[in-house]
């Protein structure tokens, strides 16, 4: 129940901490340029979001969950707050009103996997398209929305390196420090691993699991919401179209490969971070090498395949969990 319990018995965080090592190592002889200070700030940078988006994610597959809505509902609050700021609207109405939407998805996020009973898969795989169509349809018109003028200074702050360290970077230690903080000594934070060990015996000694599910998916949906502002500041922009992207998928396989168990209960959030160190690394590398993008994804999807394996033997799945179908 504690996120000391969820390490893997192989030492999992340490192998893949070890394997990013390597891999940088290999690059950096590799790839010219890979050791610059532009490129090194821009990897670290593009993983911070990665790594923010990674933490959502985790808690709610720690909650023996997972959601797949969290590319649609990030990119579509945030697309909607630029739509209102181009429009006159000030930040003060414009940002509570997309935190209001997150919230909702997260909701009803819950309220169907916890309340409806749906497979965590199918109902964050729907309400993501729902969303999407949702926003597009209502919200918003075009696909790329920029930030306006006026708030430029917004992105400014974020392209800021106090003492030499990417405020995104800072942002994603800050983030990974409170969920670690709040997993291991808050009582919501025991409750999640209790419920993701074993719901049954965690409902039976009190935890109130629908509510807890609920409220994981609500921490995910306004996570996300936070590594979609930052990402709008790095580019002063907010591109829609990456919902049809593969950014959840990498979202899962930096949290599976960092060794957080899919079938609930077992990681912590040092997972997350050495997961999107190793996954940052490797699309940063690829990218400079010139890989195409189709070759970029099927190696991505081999090692999502790999992570997967991995997680099936390190923490064979029980009887309940199967029977259960949760994700």
């Given at each position: 129940?504690?996120?000391?319990?969820?390490?893997?018995?192989?030492?999992q965080?340490?192998?893949?901490?070890?394997?990013a090592?390597?891999?940088?190592?290999?690059?950096?002889?590799?790839?010219?340029?890979?050791?610059?200070?532009?490129?090194?700030v821009?990897?670290?940078q593009?993983?911070?979001?990665?790594?923010?988006?990674?933490?959502?994610?985790?808690?709610?597959?720690?909650?023996?969950?997972?959601?797949?809505?969290?590319?649609a509902?990030m990119?579509?609050?945030?697309?909607?707050?630029?739509?209102?700021?181009?429009?006159?609207?000030?930040?003060?109405?414009?940002?509570?009103?997309?935190?209001?939407?997150?919230?909702?998805?997260?909701?009803?996020?819950?309220?169907?996997?916890?309340y409806?009973?749906?497979?965590?898969?199918?109902?964050?795989?729907?309400?993501g398209?729902?969303?999407?169509?949702?926003?597009?349809?209502?919200?918003?018109?075009?696909?790329?929305?920029?930030?306006?003028?006026?708030?430029?200074?917004?992105?400014?702050?974020?392209?800021?390196?106090?003492?030499?360290?990417?405020?995104?970077?800072?942002?994603?230690?800050?983030?990974?420090?409170?969920?670690?903080?709040?997993?291991?000594?808050?009582?919501?934070?025991?409750?999640?691993?209790?419920?993701?060990?074993?719901?049954?015996?965690?409902?039976?000694?009190?935890?109130?699991?629908?509510?807890?599910?609920?409220?994981?998916?609500?921490?995910?949906?306004?996570?996300?919401?936070?590594?979609?502002?930052?990402?709008?500041?790095?580019?002063?922009?907010?591109?829609?179209?990456?919902?049809?992207?593969t950014?959840v998928?990498?979202?899962?396989?930096?949290?599976?490969?960092?060794?957080?168990?899919?079938?609930?209960?077992?990681?912590?959030?040092?997972?997350?971070?050495?997961?999107?160190?190793?996954?940052?690394?490797?699309?940063?590398?690829?990218?400079?090498?010139?890989?195409?993008?189709?070759?970029?994804?099927?190696?991505?999807?081999?090692?999502?395949?790999?992570?997967?394996?991995?997680?099936t033997?390190?923490?064979?799945?029980?009887?309940?969990?199967?029977?259960?179908?949760?994700?």
């Amino acid at each position: 129940m504690s996120g000391s319990s969820g390490r893997g018995r192989f030492g999992q965080e340490e192998i893949i901490f070890a394997i990013a090592v390597i891999v940088f190592g290999v690059f950096s002889v590799m790839v010219p340029d890979f050791l610059s200070a532009g490129n090194i700030v821009s990897m670290v940078q593009s993983v911070s979001v990665l790594g923010i988006l990674g933490l959502g994610m985790a808690i709610t597959i720690l909650g023996r969950g997972v959601d797949l809505s969290m590319v649609a509902s990030m990119s579509v609050a945030i697309a909607w707050m630029l739509v209102q700021l181009n429009a006159g609207a000030p930040l003060v109405q414009a940002l509570p009103m997309a935190i209001a939407f997150s919230v909702l998805v997260g909701i009803i996020n819950g309220v169907l996997v916890a309340y409806v009973e749906i497979p965590a898969i199918f109902a964050t795989l729907a309400i993501g398209v729902t969303v999407y169509g949702f926003g597009k349809f209502f919200l918003v018109e075009s696909d790329v929305n920029h930030l306006p003028e006026a708030w430029r200074w917004l992105a400014d702050m974020v392209a800021a390196r106090p003492l030499g360290v990417p405020v995104p970077v800072i942002a994603f230690l800050g983030c990974a420090a409170v969920a670690h903080l709040g997993l291991r000594y808050l009582r919501d934070g025991r409750f999640i691993y209790a419920m993701g060990d074993n719901p049954i015996a965690a409902r039976t000694t009190g935890v109130p699991v629908r509510v807890m599910m609920v409220l994981q998916y609500v921490i995910s949906a306004l996570i996300a919401l936070l590594a979609g502002l930052i990402m709008t500041m790095l580019v002063t922009s907010m591109n829609t179209r990456i919902v049809s992207g593969t950014l959840v998928y990498d979202v899962i396989l930096v949290v599976v490969l960092g060794g957080i168990s899919l079938s609930g209960g077992r990681g912590g959030i040092l997972s997350v971070v050495v997961g999107t160190l190793l996954i940052g690394i490797m699309l940063n590398g690829m990218t400079m090498l010139n890989l195409t993008y189709t070759a970029q994804n099927v190696i991505k999807a081999l090692i999502l395949l790999l992570a997967l394996v991995l997680d099936t033997l390190i923490n064979p799945r029980d009887e309940q969990t199967a029977q259960q179908g949760d994700i």
